[in-house]
Each structure stands twice: as structure tokens, then as C-alpha cells.
């Protein structure tokens, strides 16, 4: 089975935007005491376009003390979350300017036929 070029860039920019998203929700909460980062996976689907599993991370949260009172922080690691929503948002731009060229290419083809 054959994938259209904007079939492919339109997969592709569902799933960055969705692991932009999932990014954007781990940033919002890093000082969100006990909350637990989720992980965008971007995997194949059957027909080879490209889709998004999200899983919660398991790993604890540093542990602090308040007014004798144990708490967890949040388990958010800026330094993994500021690269992936770079990759992301790359992989975002290079789809939208893949639908560009197609979009080029298809008028190109309807200004010869015409």
C-alpha cells in the first residue's frame, strides 16, 4: 500500500502536535507536587504512518520535607522535556514545509493540465 506524501506529513503533524502537547503539559506542572510526567512515544501504526503512545512515568519525584511532613515532587525533568519539545517542534516545521512542496508540486501539475 502506497502513502501519499500528505497523507504521511498530515500523520506527522498530528503526532508532533501531540507530543508538543504532552510536553506542554509536563512543563506546566514540573512544580506540581506528586505529579507524574507522562512519555510520548512516536511508534508505526499497520499502515506505516506514524502515531503517538503516551505511558506515565513510574520513577518517584524527589522527596521533601514540609512542616514535618513528607512530600514527593514532581518526577518532570526539564532537561529531557526542553529537548524532546525541540525535536518535536523540528519535526512539526519539516512536515509543514513537506505539505508546502506538495502543495507546490500539485499546482505545478493543474497549471500544465490547464
Sequence with gaps: MMIS???ASQAALSA??????NT???IANVNTDGYK???ATINDD???LPQVSLET?????????EGGVMMETSNVDLSQEIPQ???SQTGYEANIKALEAQNNILKATIDMVV
Design 46 to 48: 499497520s499502515a506505516g
Design 57 to 65: 512515568s513510574d520513577a518517584p519525584g524527589a522527596l521533601l520535607q
Design 24 to 26: 506542554a503539559g509536563n
Design 37 to 39: 510526567g507522562t512519555v
Design 5 to 7: 506524501g500528505i497523507s
Design 85 to 87: 519539545m525541540m525535536v
Design 16 to 21: 508532533f502536535s501531540k507530543t508538543l502537547s
